[in-house]
């Protein structure tokens, strides 16, 4: 065995090897190579744009435009979704005969919509939201219908039993019980936002982290580009793990569901 | 009484020299010690049984034969020669039947992994992958998936797939723990009959005292922490055996009060 | 009221998805909404024909529907054998998985930017873009997969005496064939919206520069009629892996 493997290293250890072996690698290569290119710059030079977009507002503001069109969406899509799941999961015949219609319209893919809300929208963020809102609908329709589905029969007869009536049923029954499955749901659709959001700013739309990232290419800057690479990650993974921290503080009586 | 007991070579039929040996074995995981100064020897064509209570190594005893484990000290012999790995001509027949068996393939599916381990030719696999669910009576279910077949069937599948191996030795880790009392004394005398028939060497766990006595020639009884041998005895009953008459044989009885003492005595 | 046959229920099913078009009709002929965004079903359906006839929106629907699968393809054959690669591997996947999984909420399209800079408005940066963005699903869906392969089966193929290929794809691949196509299922939805996206920043011909195109000229018929045919692929390519789904997992018991 090689020599690495009797080296104590922790699992936390193991998994920050590789990144950090492969950065200073580049860093290294490009320094001494002197290699320039327009799509390529050595991670030093990659953190010292990073540092100065957020400095100097260029990045926060850019990240308020796509979160604020994303989450706009998210709350619309998922508002939607949310009722839909509802009614569907609560009457199988509307279920069954709004299947075909649904089935059909979900395939569409959310970028397909984008050239109609820019004609109906122009640029800006009512033409983000609506696209994002499209896009956020399905997981939060799906998972809260099946989370109706899903509600303990015995809980019904609780509430029959209770005697409560509809409204008071839904308050403290229903929506109680699919709460979590639905937070997991909202979990979901926050990441389709983000990512659907930035897809609408690169192609289209001049707002946001989408659009600075397109223009850092275009204006030859490869350490600003990178950098907002990676913001872009990390604003995707922090939205995840904030979510994921609440779902677990709220719920944490609730099953923890392996990471989708 | 505490001091492990030493066996002298145990012959069975015109073959003296033993197909497997245990010298002095010895295992230890994790810090704890497992099993302790184990001198064991089964003949060729012995049908050993292994009791004992929750932790005394039984399961351990039996993957050191599969050649999943390697003894800490000490050696295990096949054939005169230590065991380095599993071997093809040892079959395992595992406790969980539902997690051995592949779900994707059909129970002939799965037999034939066996066959095709063993490097058959694919033109005959399915035709001796039938005639061993056949031997085992499942050769209706043969297209079968594990997913549709009881607990017993499955069992017998697995049963089915270590044919296919020929083995000179089976290693049997509770195989029958998991089922129901009538599924259980079937399979029992579906074991028998298929020793009887090709004389192979049986390795048998079991947490069931009366299976032990009921299946064995002897019957080994471990002492937990650490595992080490704490009683043996032969069982001197009439082959072939049947559940009703054997079982109210006085040496049958005998033999269960030993054995029950005994357990209770290694729980303590 | 669910007694009724299942054949029943798909038909009422299709009959309220007529009607909603009927609504849509109206909707358009009434002129609710200005007909330059919303075009009537009539509309939309004869730039449809128009567009088949004159053979225009085949050649598009084939050019989209080729980039899609051949990214899609490239992306698989890669995202399994190192995700199997890696998933197989403790040492690998601690060394590895981490980072990876890390990777994960990284939007595709973000890679964009760079790929542009690598290949310049060209077919191969689409390509390029649709095969990195399909690729990791697949990856971690394998990776996973492989990892998670039931121990015990690995001690059977030890006391059958399987060779280590064997093991791989007699024990490993099939039990991690759930995962991966469900890996592959999440990589052609996104191979799709990638070659969408890609086809409207380069020009290239096919489905998304042709409802790009029509959006700026404010043709909505063309335009939706361009939407519907993405649609009917994003459905058929989804029934298709379904279908093939079934078929590989026929042994699943029957869950519900």
Known sequence: MSAASRIPIGAGGKAVVVPVALVVLAELAIRLTGFRSDSVAPPSEVVVAAIQAL???????????????????????????????????????????????????????????MPIALMV???????????????????ILILTRAAIAGIDPQLI??????????????????????LPRVFVALRLAAGISIIVAVTVE????????????????????????????????????????????????????????ARP | MNEPRRLKEFAVAADAAPLIEFRDVGVTLGGQTILAGIDLAIGRGEFVCVIGPSGCGKTTALRL???????????????????????????????????????????????????????????????????????????????????????????????????????????????????????????????????????????????????????????????????????????????????????????FLRLRRTLFDFTKSAKS | MTRLAPVAWRLASLAVGILLVVLWQRIADARLIPAVFLPGPDQAWGSLVGGFASGTLLSLL??????????????????IAIGAAIGMSPRARAYVGPTLELLRPLPAPAIIPLAIAFFGLSDAMVLGVIGFGALWPMLLATMHGFSAVEPRLYEVARTLGLSRLAVVFKIALPSSLPDILAGMRLGLTIALILAVVGEMLTGQDGLGTWILRAARGFRAPDLFAGVILLGLLGYASAEALAFAESRLLRWRPRTR
């Open chain 1, 55 to 113: 400095t100097d507002g260029s990045i926060a503001r850019a990240t308020g435009e796509t979160l604020a069109s994303a989450f706009g969406g998210l709350a619309l899509g998922g508002g939607v979704g949310f009722a839909l799941g509802i009614l569907l999961g609560s009457s199988a015949v509307l279920d069954r005969l709004l299947d075909f219609s649904i089935e059909t319209i979900r395939p569409v893919p959310p970028i397909a919509l």
């Open chain 1, 121 to 139: 929208f122009g640029f800006g963020a009512r033409l983000e939201i609506a696209v994002v809102a499209f896009a956020a609908i399905w997981p």
């Open chain 1, 157 to 178: 007869e609780v509430a029959r039993a209770l005697r409560l009536g509809f409204g008071a049923r839904v308050l403290k029954i229903v929506v109680p019980a699919i």
């Open chain 1, 202 to 257: 690169i192609t289209v739309n001049p707002v946001g982290l989408g659009y600075a990232i397109m223009i850092a290419g275009q204006s030859l800057r490869p350490a600003l580009m990178l950098a907002l690479l990676v913001w872009i990650g990390l604003v995707g993974w922090a939205v995840n793990f904030l979510l994921l921290a609440a779902e677990r503080s709220l719920f944490g009586f609730a099953q923890p569901r």
């Open chain 2, 65 to 251: 034969l599969a050649g999943l484990l390697r003894p800490t000290t000490g050696s295990v012999l096949y054939r005169g020669e230590a065991l380095t790995g599993p071997r093809q001509n040892i079959a395992v027949v595992f406790q969980d039947y539902a997690r051995a068996l592949l779900p994707w393939r059909t129970a002939a599916g799965n037999v034939a992994l066996a066959l095709e381990a063993l490097g058959v030719p694919a033109g005959e696999r399915a035709e001796r992958a039938r005639a061993l669910l056949e031997r085992v009576g499942l050769a209706d279910h043969a297209r079968r998936y594990p997913a549709e077949l009881s607990g017993g069937m499955q069992q017998r599948v697995q049963i089915a797939r270590c044919l296919a191996q020929n083995p000179d030795v089976l290693l049997m880790d509770e195989p029958f723990g998991a089922l129901d009392a009538m599924t259980r004394q079937s399979l029992q005398d579906e074991v028998l009959g298929i020793v009887a028939a090709t004389g192979a060497t049986v390795f048998f766990v079991t947490h069931d005292l009366e299976e032990a006595v009921y299946l064995g020639d002897r019957v080994i009884g471990l002492r937990p922490h650490p595992g080490r041998i704490g009683i043996e005895e032969k069982v001197a009953l009439p082959r072939p055996r049947d559940q009703l008459t054997t079982r109210e044989q006085p040496e």
């Open chain 3, 62 to 79: 084939l050019a989209t529907v080729l980039r899609m699968i051949y990214g899609w393809l490239l992306a698989s054959l890669l995202g």
